[in-house]
């Protein structure tokens, strides 16, 4: 028996608002959870991953502060270790702060244990530590140098190695979490497949028993509204993916391009500028000088030493004490001056805005100084010093050629001449 138009439309209408109802409720709820699970997930990264950001700071902290230990014990100028032992200090509070703020996350009982420990060897560092200064400031630097050699840097390494425990134990944790997440990611999609699976078949039982009781008049209408509803349906769907594949596309094009922009301007072993990146900001410094009128220098610099180091000991540790005088050289300058690895054991600094040619020498002395430092590498005790060729703008040229010409040459005189040392070209 077939309905009549009258009776099939209530009848239509009342069924398919029941069924997309349905289907919404049960694709909103399938939905909600997964975002519920993926949210509460995201989060416990998220803390895991502030943590191990802590972690990783501390742990830089304590190498930073070895270093400086190591400065002490060398250092017989006594402002100058006034100067680094305040530098020791600030990194302690630095350290404190971390740590400090790591206890307020969300810390487990084998992660607050691992902290307590680490703590309490920290603790019997920092007495080993202010022993070193103390012979430091005594003047007893050969004692000050050995026991930091024997006590202290031992007991920072197992510190150090405890934070790299508890490192790993976040990735690890991480990755189990992951792991876990997925789990529930695809025990929801099963869920939300057989709501919706089921839906759909309530929908196809509904509309054959509706279709049989509508006249062939609604059925070709109601054909051809799901038909065009079907296409229109489609081509936003494909427009959606093809919009967003092209703006992925171009965002992979961007960071591409970006990478590839700073690999060709700077060093890939330093970080450091590299010569055309240099050649650029120095030919622009040297318009802002002559537009500001003020007197700024270059300065060119060659390591001694350091082939026969290369060549003892390889070069995977040649590259390791380039970027360490790197670190040393670019510690020494303000935050607005340029400095860059030209190539091999060559660097140059551009030093801008000079009030007295003093503060020329005794950046040079600075350099020289810090330079000098013994380095230790995997066990290796190395000693390099370096010679620096200087030339002033615009007292011996205008132009980047003719700076670096100066330079280049004023350095060479001081190879001859016996190394370690500067000289200011004439």
């Known amino acids: 028996m077939h309905l009549d138009s009258k009776k099939a439309r209530p009848l239509l209408f009342f069924s398919f608002t029941f069924i997309i109802a349905l289907t919404l409720i049960?694709?909103?709820l399938g939905f909600e959870y997964l975002s519920k699970v993926q949210n509460d997930i995201n989060q416990i990264i998220e803390t895991q991953n502030t943590q191990i950001a802590y972690m990783n700071k501390m742990r830089s902290l304590a190498r930073e502060r070895v270093i400086k230990l190591q400065s002490i014990s060398n250092e017989r100028d006594p402002f100058k270790l006034d100067d680094i032992i305040s530098e020791f200090h600030e990194l302690g509070g630095l350290f404190l702060q971390n740590r400090e703020q790591l206890m307020t996350t969300s810390l487990t009982e084998d992660e607050r244990t691992l902290l307590n420990l680490q703590r309490e060897i920290a603790r019997n560092i920092?007495?080993?530590?202010?022993?070193?200064?103390?012979l430091a400031e005594d003047g007893e630097y050969r004692q000050a140098s050995h026991f930091l050699m024997s006590y202290t840097i031992p007991a920072q390494n197992e510190n150090i190695s405890l934070m790299d425990q508890f490192i790993l134990y976040q990735n690890h944790q991480n990755l189990f979490l992951k792991s876990e997440a997925q789990k529930k990611i695809i025990s929801a999609s099963d869920t939300v497949f057989f709501l919706s699976s089921?839906?759909?078949?309530?929908?196809?039982l509904i509309a054959a028993i509706v279709i049989r009781n509508i006249t062939a008049m609604l059925?070709?209408?109601s054909q051809s509204i799901e038909k065009h509803e079907l296409i229109q349906k489609q081509l936003a769907e494909a427009h959606e993916i093809l919009e967003v594949k092209v703006d992925q596309r171009t965002k992979d094009l961007h960071r591409a391009n970006k990478k590839l922009q700073y690999r060709?301007?700077?060093?890939?072993?330093?970080?450091?500028p590299n010569r055309r990146l240099f050649y650029e900001l120095l030919s622009h410094e040297i318009n802002n000088a002559e537009r500001n009128h003020y007197e700024l220098a270059i300065l060119y610099m060659d390591l001694d030493g350091f082939k026969a180091i290369n060549d003892a000991l390889g070069h995977a540790l040649g590259d390791t004490l380039l970027v360490n005088i790197a670190r040393r050289l670019k510690s020494s300058l303000r935050k607005a001056d340029l400095i860059a690895r030209l190539g091999g054991d060559e660097f140059a600094i551009c030093y801008s805005n000079i009030k007295t040619h003093e503060d020329i020498v005794l950046l040079c002395q600075i350099l020289i100084n810090?330079?000098?430092?013994?380095?230790f590498l995997d066990k290796h005790q190395c000693n390099v010093t370096i010679s620096i060729g200087v030339s002033m703008y615009p007292e011996?040229?205008?132009?980047?050629?003719?700076?670096?010409?100066v330079a280049d040459s004023s350095m060479n005189l001081i190879k001859q001449q016996g190394k370690n040392n500067f000289a200011i070209g004439e």
């Open 26 to 28: 049960s694709n909103i």
């Open 370 to 375: 810090k330079v000098s430092q013994p380095m």
């Open 396 to 405: 011996h040229g205008t132009d980047y050629d003719t700076l670096m010409h």
């Open 126 to 134: 920092v007495a080993s530590q202010y022993k070193v200064i103390q």
């Open 198 to 204: 089921f839906s759909i078949i309530l929908t196809i």
């Open 264 to 272: 060709a301007d700077h060093d890939p072993l330093t970080g450091l």
């Open 219 to 221: 059925k070709i209408q």
